[in-house]
């Protein structure tokens, strides 16, 4: 048997997740992930999916790693790191190429020209380019195709969805990671790291909306067909509610936590009107008796807002009400209470809380929603090396390689140029 770990290195604003991931290979070369450990630590110097002091992240980035190498034993080197942010956009792209060899025999390289061409379609200066996915192929003219390797054809288009954000963010992004001696295995956008570990293949085909509430922002995607067809990121998340129960109770915005954490819920005709707190008893320096309900109401009118902004992006792409696997909620702000319902309400959707489906032996901690991402980047990082292995075997036997994820994760263009941010 051998063994070597996989991690996930999530960068939140309120928090830096680390997930550990054993893989076992054993003689046949199945491979068996198991989630090992999971650290969190506060995180200082990110806002909003950026950096704001680069020294603050990289001390706590650096915290992060020690916790997890002292769980582990063994030195943390390389990563996974899942990020986010509203400067991260995605747009739609298509590469066309013809086919290089005379007997019209399209192969590997092929596919990957075609999403070369359509990522340099749409790459300009001021961007990076995290994932180049593809969506669907054409041969001369024929779509509906997810992997034309084999086919027979002259004129290869691939329709492709394309991750990017602003270059001097994910510079200092991974500046900031590399200070801390730790490699960058791939840099990958946060929903989709979070929509691998909390959604099946099946919900995937069908349609789907993976939601990750983070502290200031809330990650979006949309997946049809198994591909993704949609990401973006909106500008609020779970600190908005805990600064509207501080502006509505006049409290400081610990003594709001606090109160949001232990009594918070998005749908007030679920509390007790009967029901009050004294806010002396969460911190505050004076005691004042407030109705359960009105923070309740509070809270409902931040969470209806998030939840109108998610029906505008799913309206801009003809896919309100119109996805059968629903929505999944996920990260910390999934787990206040009413979310779900107040989505069914708002979007006209199927809405459930997504735990991370992996083997693992501490799900108390793995299976809370708050480590989706960095459970998920274990998975994307498993997926991608088991996909290369695969593919490298197949052209060592036939000259062919299978398309699909494989060619987005050979594509990344941020992989390429790691080495040249560090200073």
């Known amino acids: 048997m051998k063994e070597r770990l996989l991690v996930g290195l999530d960068l939140g604003s309120s928090s830096v997740r680390v997930a550990i991931g054993q893989l076992t290979f054993s003689n046949d070369q199945r491979s068996v992930l198991n989630i090992i450990g999971v650290t969190e630590i506060p995180s200082c110097g990110i806002s909003k999916g950026c950096i704001s002091s680069l020294e603050d992240v990289v001390s706590s980035v650096s915290g992060a790693l020690e916790q997890s190498e ?47 061409s359509a990522r340099a379609f749409i790459n300009p200066a001021n961007q990076e380019i995290l994932h180049v996915l593809p969506r669907e192929f054409s041969v001369d003219g024929q779509g509906g195709i997810k992997d034309p390797i084999g086919m027979q054809g002259i004129r290869l288009e691939a329709e492709v969805q394309v991750i990017q954000g602003l270059l001097s963010h994910i510079r200092n992004i991974t500046k900031a990671v590399f200070r801390t001696g730790l490699d960058i295995a791939e840099l990958v956008y946060a929903p989709l790291a979070a929509a691998e570990s909390v959604t099946q293949p099946r919900q995937r085909e069908l349609g789907v909306c993976v939601l990750i509430i983070g502290s200031t922002t809330t990650g979006m995607a949309v997946y049809e067909d198994g591909e993704l067809l949609y990401a973006s990121t909106l500008p609020i998340g779970a600190d908005h509610i805990t600064s509207d129960i501080a502006i509505g109770l006049r409290i400081s915005l610990d003594v709001a936590e606090n109160i949001k954490r232990s009594h918070g819920h998005s749908i007030p005709s679920e509390v007790d009107s009967r029901d009050q707190i004294d806010l002396k008893d969460f911190g505050a320096d004076q005691g004042e008796i407030v109705s359960l309900q009105y923070v309740s109401e509070i809270i409902e009118a931040r969470v209806e807002e998030l939840y109108e902004k998610v029906e505008e992006e799913l309206k801009k792409i003809d896919r309100s009400g119109m996805l059968p696997a629903g929505v999944v909620l996920t990260g910390g702000g999934a787990k206040l209470p009413g979310m779900v319902e107040l989505g069914k309400r708002i979007l006209h959707l199927p809405c459930s809380v997504g735990y991370a489906n992996v083997q693992t032996s501490m799900p108390e901690l793995a299976l809370d929603p708050t480590f989706s991402t960095s459970v998920g980047l274990v998975l994307w990082g498993h997926e991608a090396e088991r996909q290369s292995e695969v593919n490298i075997r197949r052209s060592w036997s036939d000259g062919k390689n299978k398309g699909g994820r494989f060619f987005s994760k050979i594509s990344n263009p941020v992989k390429r140029v790691f080495k040249s941010f560090i200073p």
């Open 70 to 116: 002292r769980l582990v034993g063994v030195p943390i080197q390389e990563a996974y790191v899942g990020i986010g942010g509203t400067h991260i956009n995605s747009k739609e792209a298509k590469g066309v190429i013809g086919v290089s060899r005379p007997d019209g025999d399209i192969r590997a390289e092929d596919v990957a020209r075609a999403l070369e």
